[in-house]
């Protein structure tokens, strides 16, 4: 508990020590998060008018900016890798006392408060479904996907012998989960020998949860000959070999990896 309490609060001096860090790290997020309401404001509930394709395309591009902007952690924990084996070889701390204290000093000012003031300024702005419910487990999906990929690339960041050698590994290891996301490539049409990656990726998991958030029980117009027809947001679903019963599934890889 001391020792927690200790690193925890060394951490917090050293982020105060560069606010500018901070700052700009929270403006970018407000930016982009205007900037993401003003270029898909109002998202309609027609097909032929980008209805489905824009929500599909903001999910990707989403998961693809949380996860590739964790990457910069690589450079953060490598800095510190020396300082932390020498004091945890002198029997300063633990291990655990350490990582846990990077995660609640750390990852939740710069990792976790970030993209919850992204999908805040946003969410309303797209015109996404406006229950209570759905805003809260979008946000919940970003947080998963910022903090699973953080935790990824200081994992990677703990054995690699240099910075560039972890940004490499980092940025092949994202593009991999990428290429399985549901989006690329559709999960049903892999050769059965590679059914199982989606299941290990952590942007598959993220991505699909946000999508069966949003599509699962959305009625989507689309004009077939001059006559409206409503088109079920859970049959865009299937086409995308997503299985809206694997929500929770999802939550709950998410939550494990970390």
């Known amino acids: 508990g001391t020792q927690l309490l200790v690193l925890m609060k060394r951490t917090f001096v050293h982020s105060l020590r560069n606010p500018y860090l901070l700052r700009v790290q929270y403006a970018t997020c407000i930016i982009i998060g205007v900037g993401l309401g003003l270029l898909f404001w109002h998202v309609p509930d027609d097909f032929k008018k980008g209805g489905a394709q824009n929500r599909v395309g903001f999910f990707f591009?989403?998961?693809?900016?949380?996860c590739?902007?964790?990457?910069?952690?690589?450079d953060?924990?490598?800095?510190?890798?020396?300082?932390?084996?020498?004091?945890?070889?002198?029997?300063?701390?633990?291990?655990?006392?350490?990582?846990?204290?990077?995660?609640?000093?750390?990852m939740v000012p710069m990792r976790m408060i970030p993209p919850v003031l992204l999908g805040s300024?946003?969410?309303?702005?797209?015109?996404?479904?406006?229950?209570?419910?759905?805003f809260l487990y979008f946000l919940l999906g970003m947080i998963l996907l910022v903090t699973n990929s953080t935790?990824?690339?200081?994992?990677i960041s703990a054995?690699?012998?240099?910075?560039?050698?972890g940004n490499l590994i980092a940025i092949l290891s994202l593009f991999f989960f990428l290429l399985f996301s549901g989006f690329v490539i559709n999960s049903t049409s892999l050769p059965s020998y590679m059914q199982w990656v989606p299941d290990v990726s952590l942007?598959?998991?993220?991505f699909q949860m946000l999508m069966i958030n949003e599509f699962s029980g959305l009625e989507i117009t689309f004009d077939y000959n001059g006559q409206n027809t409503i088109?079920?947001?859970?049959?865009?679903?299937?086409?995308?070999g997503i299985d809206p019963s694997n929500f929770y599934l999802f939550i709950q890889i998410l939550c494990a990896y970390l």
């Not at 591009?61 to 949380?66: K, R």
């Not at 942007?203 to 993220?206: E, L, N, P, Q, R």
């Open 159 to 165: 054995f690699t012998p240099a910075v560039s050698v």
């Open 121 to 134: 300024i946003c969410y309303y702005m797209i015109h996404f479904q406006a229950s209570s419910s759905h």
């Open 68 to 74: 590739f902007g964790s990457i910069s952690c690589v």
């Open 61 to 66: 591009f989403l998961s693809c900016l949380l």
């Open 231 to 240: 088109v079920d947001g859970d049959e865009l679903l299937s086409d995308f």
């Open 151 to 155: 935790s990824m690339c200081m994992m």
């Open 76 to 106: 953060l924990f490598f800095s510190e890798r020396l300082i932390f084996l020498r004091e945890r070889a002198n029997g300063t701390y633990r291990s655990s006392a350490y990582l846990v204290s990077k995660f609640i000093a750390d």
């Open 203 to 206: 942007i598959a998991c993220g």
